[in-house]
């Protein structure tokens, strides 16, 4: 973005310093000016080009600019009320608009600073640019909720680079969010061809989006019509994607559906008790039927790409390794129906929803065939031992020049293995234990060498960004196990309250194994965390063992002063507070006693399992336990963003407690 885009961008950011006052927030701010800007250009449109306006001459700007106080204020209500209940862009834009803006003196403020600029003089790319930049600004404040919806753009950007979209193929995205793969898309066309009417035919016909959230699909149908998309009509609608089967097909599908993994609600019935209902997709088109919202965009994904279609779908780490039915299933018919080609190991600390661990998925349709469509996987691994933070070391495009350069996509037929590039073949990957393709085979880096590790606050950051991922997969547990018994988590007979007194590491079962409470509590713990969670890997297992164990070791770190704060926020937690630490037991020890038992690991992806004859003593509420143990590091994690001198200490200390505690 150049520097005069830049000024501009923040000049109409700044607005927002005129509402603080008045409690709107970023999204609602980002919205009205949405409104405002397009009424105003509708009628710059109509005096500098002669255009005929779209807005019914009631609802115009020069109405709107003209009046003061509540008249103004009431005006620009029944203003939004009307335009909503118009057909084509005015409609999608206005869909369900509220007036945020209720004090007349501060409405009249922004509607003055927008009529200060005259938007029509400005180029349709910059427009875009300045409003992409608004959209960016709203999905980095933590107060928006907004970074749900925005993919970070250098990743976008690699994706359409190596997938090569083309004037004249259709481009959908299920979930398009802000509009930023369409975008993208557009910027790579535009340039390919003059010709008038293939200019028209990108513009008009080419893309095509969907989003559940109506807020969303009106900033996205606004940042199009602000680079000179559509015709009139919004290429985006507000839907739920999953609900029916397409009657459209696409050559192309770049998308990012939403995070979260579960789709279900909770019902309260007329006793005042709570059940949960899962959210199934019934649809012909749908080979399996499940409550995972990830695994439904990958079916319908593959439903709506055309024959020979290309798609590229960023989708979390859950959707390679989930076990059951749909999503060993998925990944089988993925490798046998589809040409899945490419997977890009995305790095933590790119997207604005913390504890995200994704992937992109590079995949052709291809049409029935009794021979595998699928000869090889080439995965890149763009995250081990890479340190991103959406401050201090944002991902930028050129982090991504190395991938595109050995994705090949003029021929990748002509592609080499390197470092980060490995090729697996069809017979490997089937042959893994549920067709898991969550494969790494660097080594990590900072787990070797602790004198180069880095920085306190990215290390900080990953610890955030792991805590987050961890605090998702329990609360799936959670929703399974209370699922299994007809009845709410919240409902579960065993009383939390009981872990909230010390247990007593004495009566642990395999306590004659090792001479500290430590080791015997990682006996006892991690098989009931590998049951319980198959698909995580050996440190995250070994690291909520740690978790639950080592209280004193954090406040050992903390001066003394703070240490009944800490007491006290643990307490809070439900974490014991008075087990001893032994720092003498290493972690091979305790992986080399659970191996003796029949705790099974995969050298290459590092997954556990456990044979059917392990010996599991029943612990009450061990999934209360793991939870506690969450809580207890996301406190210590609050109180060191509120105390960063502390970090250091504590992020040295995870460092060797993973090591050699």
């Known amino acids: 973005m150049s520097s005069d885009n830049s000024s501009l961008v923040s000049k109409v950011w700044n607005y927002a310093h005129v509402l603080r006052d008045q409690g709107v927030s970023y999204g609602d701010y980002v919205e009205q000016i949405t409104y405002l800007l397009f009424l105003k250009m509708d009628d710059e449109r109509a005096d500098h080009l002669g255009e005929p306006s779209i807005i019914p001459a009631e609802w115009r700007w020069d109405r709107l600019i003209s009046l003061d106080g509540d008249e103004l204020e009431l005006h620009y209500s029944k203003t939004l009320r009307a335009l909503g209940s118009k057909e084509g862009i005015i409609g999608t834009i206005f869909r369900k608009a509220q007036n945020k803006l209720t004090d007349p003196a501060k409405l009249k403020r922004v509607v003055s600073l927008i009529n200060e600029e005259t938007w029509i003089g400005i180029q349709v790319d910059v427009k875009g640019t300045i409003y992409e930049g608004l959209l960016e600004r709203n999905a980095a404040e933590v107060k928006s909720g907004a970074g749900q919806y925005f993919t970070p753009r250098p990743v976008i950007q690699a994706m359409v680079e190596v997938m090569r979209p083309k004037i004249g193929q259709t481009i959908c995205d299920p979930a398009c969010g802000t509009g930023g793969f369409l975008l993208a898309a557009y910027e790579f066309m535009k340039h390919q061809s003059q010709d008038k009417d293939l200019q028209r035919k990108l513009r008009e016909e080419t893309f095509t989006g969907v989003d559940i959230v109506d807020e969303v699909v009106r900033l996205c149908a606004m940042n199009l019509y602000l680079h000179g998309i559509g015709n009139g009509e919004s290429p985006v609608t507000q839907s739920d994607a999953l609900a029916v089967k397409p009657s459209s097909s696409y050559d192309m599908v770049l998308t990012n559906p939403p995070f979260g993994k579960k789709s279900s609600f909770k019902v309260i019935g007329e006793d005042g008790g709570i059940s949960t209902e899962k959210e199934n997709y019934e649809r012909d088109d749908f080979k399996f039927t499940t409550s995972n919202k990830q695994l439904n965009f990958l079916q319908h994904i593959m439903s709506i790409l055309s024959m020979d279609g290309k798609a590229a779908v960023v989708l979390p780490d859950n959707v390679l390794f989930e076990a059951g039915n749909a999503g060993e299933g998925l990944r089988k018919r993925l490798l046998d129906s589809f040409d899945f080609h490419t997977l890009l190991r995305l790095p933590t600390g790119i997207f604005y929803k913390q504890g995200v661990k994704a992937n992109v998925l590079f995949f052709d349709k291809k049409p029935a065939s009794k021979a595998t469509w699928t000869k090889r996987l080439w995965i890149y691994d763009l995250r081990t031992n890479k340190h991103f933070t959406l401050v201090q070391n944002q991902l930028s495009r050129k982090d991504l020049d190395e991938f595109i350069a050995s994705y090949c996509p003029e021929n990748r037929n002509t592609r080499v293995e390197s470092e980060r590039f490995k ?26 060498d602790l004198d180069n590790l880095p920085a306190p606050s990215v290390i900080a950051a990953e610890i955030v960004d792991n805590l987050e991922a961890a605090l998702e997969q329990f609360r799936s547990v959670a929703e399974e196990l209370s699922n299994s018994i007809q009845h709410s988590y919240e409902q579960i007979a065993i009383p939390k309250q009981q872990f909230a007194v010390p247990l007593e590491t004495k009566d642990l079962p395999y306590r004659n194994y090792f001479d500290s409470d430590r080791a015997a509590w990682a006996n006892v713990l991690i098989p009931h965390f590998v049951k319980i969670k198959p698909e995580l890997v050996l440190d995250d297992y070994i690291d909520m063992a740690l978790l639950a164990t080592t209280p004193q070791n954090l406040i050992g770190l903390t001066p003394k002063t703070e240490h009944d704060y800490i ?95």
């Open 423 to 448: 090729c697996f073949t069809y017979e490997e990957l089937v042959s893994r234990d549920k067709v898991n393709l969550d494969i790494f085979w660097l080594k990590d880096e900072g787990l070797e």
């Open 567 to 661: 007491y006290k926020l643990i307490k809070q937690a439900g974490i014991p507070q008075n087990i001893s630490i032994d720092h003498k037991i290493k972690k091979n020890i305790v992986i080399d006693q659970l191996q003796n038992n029949g705790l099974c690991i995969d050298g290459k992806s590092n997954h556990c399992s456990l044979s059917d004859d392990f010996p599991l003593e029943t612990i009450p509420g061990i999934e209360d336990i793991t939870e506690y143990a969450l809580k207890a590091l996301r406190t210590v994690q609050n109180y060191l963003h509120e105390n960063t001198s502390k970090q250091e200490a504590v992020v040295t200390w995870f460092k060797q407690a993973r090591t050699a505690a």
